[in-house]
């Protein structure tokens, strides 16, 4: 501690008993001060004050610099304090968040690793999964789960699943997403839960399946969400849900992860398998190769490769999905042409019936996202047809 200025104290004590309105900056800079002569005191409200600004931050750099502070002054709470932990976590999020915005990625990992020490793992099993580090990243998830995360919620549990599928670790993938599937139809059983999840989850299961070889219990799993869609065709939905589209987004996109560059630390991808905490700079270099992905299927379309255009074409589908599916504003309009144009690509492809289940059902699965049902059952009928006579 450096030579205290007894007039700066009285100014910031003086500040923060006015009855006037004071500004956030104006209490931080006070907490500065007073951080020095009372720290047990004032150095939390220093790190929630920091942390405010940063929130309310729209400049990177500024972000970062106040996260770092936040981190700093974070630390040197006592140990044993009770909210220390809490807020080092809270600091250590913003510092990596802004970190990686500014991609500056080793830092970042650096501070999720931090993150990860403190018993928050979530952030860096994303970071791991970015960079292809599939098995590191679904040990952290199932330790996660195991220490009382609650094990059996689509978000976790999806996430555990496409990691492990990613380590290529296919038959444990499966049996955590059985999990998930066991749950799913104890809360549709109960009116807990959306019909449409369930389907989801069932066409995503016989997707896993049929790519590790597993063709019998693919067959086994279109078949119960065949039944299920036709419940929802049939009937509807028991009763309405909010919002559920970010549901349907994660695994749509989970299932083109195949399709897609093997990730590393040089060339980072999403975590495929979860809908939040994606890296900035990644979401935005991953969402940014869609202008460069039309400009090629306008080329594979000039050149008439139609089996590498439905290909692309299924690529550009899931950036859409991604960048705009979570939203319900005219949510059909803006995206059921994507799905029309792989389904008519598909058509073309007379001796490709792979190609075309696959369009019928990413449309099927969209319809009933769009709550389209007889429609959605329609495109899977076929697409069941199709595969299970090959």
Known sequence: MGKIDHD????ARVLLLASGRVSLPEQVDAYRVLAE????????????????????????????????E??????????????????????????????FTLGRRAEGRAACEELAEAGQSGRLAKILAEEGRFREAAELNERAVR???PGHSFW??????????????HDAAAAVFRELLDETRREVTGRRTALAILTWELVHLSRM?????????????????????????????????????????????????????????ESPMPPFGTDLGWSSDTRDAFLGTLPGLETEAARLREAGRLPELADAQRRISIRAALREGDHPYRFEERLKPYF?????????????????ARALTDRSMFLVAARTFEPAYADFTEAVALLDIR
């Open 156 to 169: 976790n549990t999806v996430e555990w699943a496409a990691n492990l599928e990613g380590a290529g670790l």
């Open 37 to 68: 002569v009372t720290p047990k005191a004032y150095i939390p409200k220093l790190v929630d004050g920091l942390l405010s600004m940063n929130y309310r931050s729209r400049d990177p750099e500024v972000d970062l610099e106040l996260a770092a």
């Open 147 to 149: 220490n009382g995360t």
């Open 70 to 99: 936040a981190v700093e002054a974070a630390r040197s709470i006592e140990a044993g304090e009770p909210t220390r932990t809490a807020r080092l976590g809270r600091a250590l999020d913003a510092y990596q968040s802004a970190l």
């Open 209 to 265: 399946r049929e790519a590790a070889g597993h063709g019998a219990d693919a067959v086994a799993a279109r078949r119960e969400a065949l039944t299920v869609l036709e419940e929802l065709a049939t009937t509807g939905e028991p009763k309405n849900w909010s919002c559920i589209l970010a549901w349907w987004v994660t695994l749509f996109a989970l299932s083109g992860r195949g399709d897609e560059p093997v990730a590393s630390a």
């Open 340 to 356: 029309e144009e792989g389904v008519a690509l598909a058509r073309r492809l007379p001796d490709d019936p792979a190609r075309l």
């Open 8 to 11: 700066s104290v009285l100014r």
